[in-house]
């Protein structure tokens, strides 16, 4: 085991002052008995409270508090710790002693040992939560977990206790800061392999209130679209821009019936609807699919998206041509190859819009 990394504990906090005293002494204790190169951070978000003060007054070398005095939010007050931070291995953890500092040199010595990230849970064998929770906190937060779970395999990916090793931290793709989840975010966008979740025991909070809001928790499905957008970038284009396709079939249809409707001949409203189809298709696939491209002009877009379509268009009736060729007998139910062509048009438009007419500059 390698000796003496340094640890730089991170705590965010927002009104904390009754928990300040005891946290720290716990912090030092374990510091002390273990003999650890430890400066503990905290992250305040100016309380006003005497958390401050209070800090100072202690005069600890390895122990200090930042105030934020322009900004909010328990993630970025946990990032901007770690910028802050002198140590090789952060740990990130609450004030308000739900988290048992006695546990960090567990979470270290899983770190030492090769870990990229450590998490403090309360649902593995071991683990156990004080909280009692009404049915309905009970629910709001498996329902959390399970929505996250296409991101990681981690039993606790909501716990607030956890390390991390510089190393990894350093090679993070741009982290969002807004939400609650830090740790989650952290998951998804550093190059984590190596987990390790270590039972804890969450007690409950022990003085003051949560600050976990109801429009928190909102956020945080903001929080996980983004996510899942970044880890499955191309599928949640390919979503997107199928749901849109799809859509574009519906426009396609209401148009023709409109045209039709006021006396348009039939032959000349099937063309106008295709083109009326084609460019809502343009617009919302432009605002919502490939929402980057509002920056560059459209009209060269619309003349790409167009032609793409148009060509789309030959490679699903060739490929229903294919089809039938190989296997003659579905000329009898012809909507099969017709669903195959149609496919092979939309994953042929779609690779066309995503890496030519909507390309990431
Ligand atoms: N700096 C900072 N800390 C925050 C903020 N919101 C919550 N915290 C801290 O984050 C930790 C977890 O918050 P808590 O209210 O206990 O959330 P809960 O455990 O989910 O109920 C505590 O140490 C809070 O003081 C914030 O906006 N800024
Ligand atoms: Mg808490």
Redesign the pocket.
């Known amino acids: 085991m390698q000796m003496m990394q340094s640890i730089s504990v991170v705590v965010p906090t927002y009104k904390e002052r009754d928990n300040l005293p005891e946290l720290i002494n716990r912090i030092q204790k374990v510091r002390e008995d273990h003999h650890l190169n430890l400066e503990l951070i905290i992250v305040d978000d100016n309380s006003k409270d005497g958390s401050e003060e209070y800090v100072q007054s202690l005069g600890l070398p390895w122990c200090r508090i930042l105030v934020r005095r322009d900004e909010k939010g328990l993630s970025s007050a946990v990032l901007k710790g770690f910028t802050e931070a002198q140590g090789d291995i952060f740990v990130v953890m609450?004030a308000?002693l739900?988290h048992p500092p006695e546990k960090i040199p567990e979470l270290i010595e899983q770190i030492q040992t090769g870990a990229d990230m450590v998490m403090g849970s309360r649902y593995v064998p071991g683990g156990k939560t004080d909280e009692e929770w009404g049915i309905f906190r009970w629910l709001n937060s498996k329902i959390a977990t399970l929505l996250a779970r296409p991101l990681t395999s981690v039993k606790d990916p909501m716990s607030?206790f956890f390390a991390l090793p510089r190393r990894i931290y350093e090679k993070s793709a741009p982290l969002n800061p807004t939400g609650y989840k830090i740790a989650l975010e952290l998951l998804v966008k550093c190059p984590v392999e190596k987990v390790v979740e270590i039972p804890i025991y969450f007690s409950q909070?022990a003085k003051g209130k949560?600050k976990?809001s109801i429009k928190e928790q909102f956020k945080y499905l903001v929080h996980l679209r983004r996510l899942y957008s970044f880890k499955y970038e191309n599928l949640t284009y390919f979503l997107h821009f199928s749901i849109i396709g799809f859509s574009g079939t519906i426009v396609n249809l209401l148009a023709l019936t409109i045209l039709v409707f006021f006396g348009i001949p039939v032959r000349l409203s099937v063309a106008i609807s295709i083109i009326i189809a084609m460019l809502s298709n343009f617009v919302l696939n432009r605002r919502f699919t490939f929402p980057h491209a509002v920056e560059s002009h459209w009209f060269p877009q619309l003349i790409g998206f167009m032609s793409a379509c148009s060509i789309g268009a030959v490679i699903n009736y060739i490929t229903v041509l294919i089809l039938l060729y190989i296997f003659p007998l579905l000329e009898n139910i012809p909507q099969i190859p017709a669903l195959v062509g149609i496919l092979a048009g939309l994953i042929f438009n779609f690779i066309l819009s995503k890496n030519f007419v909507f390309r990431k500059k």
Request: aromatic share 0%.
């Open positions: 609450d308000d739900s607030g909070r949560s976990l």
